[in-house]
């Protein structure tokens, strides 16, 4: 029977994980269906059966091999492995998480031949048996391991309610939303393009929002004697803390160890770095009023416009996106823009493609899809690689201004503070204007400073007149 082998799903990918099966061993699957789950260093992605035939299953479930090892056998039955052919499976369109996607209907019993005795009557399915573990390691779902490690759960405590006897997602958020009595606030994560609006709370702002205001002093009763003492305010009784984790080791997952993989590369980048603070006022003004015009899904936020100066700005300069191969420097095939997105135990950077060819409602709109489906594990590998450079932001945090990390092999970065209110010196007066701080990383291999002052002056530009973006 032809081999399918473990496929090559993204440009990085050295090996994966077999997640789920969606048919067992020896059923009949038609070639197009849904297949098998594997979990790549980016993202989760369904492969479909590449043949028709009897389902013979190599690699078990967790199972992790290199690619382009055998995973299955899809043929007659009978027939030995002809030698030559193998298939790697053909990835879906719709691709999505252990957690979210739905096995394919089992297809028809194929009909017997007349030599063929009868099929024995149909038993009961069995009942999920209870979450098994390899040595140390419990049977669960990647994304719920994320969200587990990055609220402090022990998967032992859970019990799981997915295929044979998996803790996936759902399992998690309940335990989390069990101890707490509200909904875990790790299942929706911030993302780093800035879709919230405004800058950050001020320190201390909405510390005690459910406790009632200071009630004021009574004046002083006729006849004299003391005034009333004002009643302090009720704080919030103090959170229990649990216990220390002391020596408490956390394997990483895939995406970490993808992560780190990468900023183990990035570390050897010679690069520098230029700040430049940016007169934001009349950008929020646009702002507020494309908010007004446009429908809830397009209205963009400070990131998105950022974006589109960004892509603007490299149009413009094809030397400040170009990546070192050798001895050469390659000029991209067009301007696309990346975007780190914080998700559940880690970063991810989704693609906005041509950016500089698509107005600011619709990189919004974009942005916001591809944080989504990022949190929720959804993204395709193509949409996760191939970024000419890439926007971080770090302003909803209250953060002023970072340094970010360029995302080899791109040769730059540029970093977003929160754009807050400043007093400057305008036409000699000192008025109150709102000011952001841009950080610009560059690869010195690729740029030097002249040039790479040159190109942050631009996107400076594009961003206090704020009309040249909505051309």
Do not use: C
Request: charged share 20%.
């Amino acid at each position: 029977m032809p081999e399918m082998l473990m496929p090559k799903l993204s440009d990085t990918m050295e090996e994966g994980t077999v997640l789920r099966w969606f048919k067992a061993d020896g059923d009949q699957v038609a070639k197009g269906e849904p297949l098998v789950e594997i979990e790549t260093d980016k993202a989760t992605m369904t492969v479909e059966a590449p043949n028709d035939g009897t389902l013979a299953i190599i690699a078990q479930e967790g199972d992790t091999l290199d690619v382009g090892a055998p995973i299955a056998r899809i043929g007659d039955g009978a027939a030995a492995p002809s030698e030559g052919t193998v298939t790697t499976g053909i990835p879906t369109a719709d691709d999505g998480t252990a957690d979210t996607i739905t096995a394919a209907a089992p297809t028809a019993p194929p009909a017997a031949s007349p030599q063929a005795p009868p099929p024995p009557p149909p038993t009961a399915p069995a009942a999920a048996p209870p979450v098994t573990a390899t040595g140390d390691r419990i049977a669960a779902s990647p994304l719920a391991r994320n969200i587990a490690a990055h609220h402090g759960i022990d998967l032992a405590t859970i019990t799981g309610t997915g295929p044979g006897g998996r803790i996936v997602k759902h399992d998690v958020e309940a335990a989390i939303g069990g101890a707490t009595g509200v909904e875990p606030p790790g299942t929706h994560s911030p993302e780093i393009s800035a879709t919230t609006d405004g800058p950050a709370a001020p320190i201390g702002a909405g510390v005690s929002a459910s406790a009632p205001p200071s009630t004021p002093s009574t004046p002083t009763p006729l006849g004299g004697g003391a005034p009333s003492q004002p009643v302090p305010p009720k704080l919030p009784a103090p959170t229990p803390r649990e216990d220390w984790p002391a020596g408490r080791r956390t394997p990483l997952t895939r995406l970490q160890q993808t992560i780190s993989r990468r900023m183990t590369d990035a570390h050897a980048v010679p690069d520098f770095t230029l700040e430049r603070d940016i007169d934001t006022t009349a950008l929020e003004a646009a702002r507020a009023d494309l908010r007004v015009a446009l429908p809830e899904d397009q209205r963009p936020s400070v990131n998105d416009l950022v974006i589109r100066a960004v892509a603007m700005a490299a149009r413009e300069r094809p030397d400040m996106v170009s990546r070192l191969d050798g001895d050469e420097l390659v000029v991209p095939q067009s301007v696309d823009i990346g975007v780190a997105v914080s998700v559940p135990g880690g970063l991810i950077v989704p693609v906005v493609r041509n950016a500089d060819q698509k107005g600011v409602p619709q990189i919004a709109a974009e942005v916001r899809d591809l944080a989504r489906r990022g949190r929720a594990g959804e993204l395709r590998p193509d949409e996760l690689e191939g970024s000419a450079l890439s926007v971080s932001n770090l302003g909803m945090f209250g953060v002023d201004r970072f340094h970010a990390v360029i995302n080899a092999p791109e040769p730059a970065i540029v970093a977003v503070g929160r754009s807050v209110e400043r007093p400057v010196v305008v036409d000699g007066h000192v008025v109150v204007r709102e000011v952001m701080t841009l950080t610009l990383s560059v690869d010195h291999r690729v740029a030097y400073g002249a040039e790479a002052a040159t190109f942050l002056a631009r996107i400076a530009e594009l961003l206090e007149h704020p009309a040249a973006l909505l051309v």
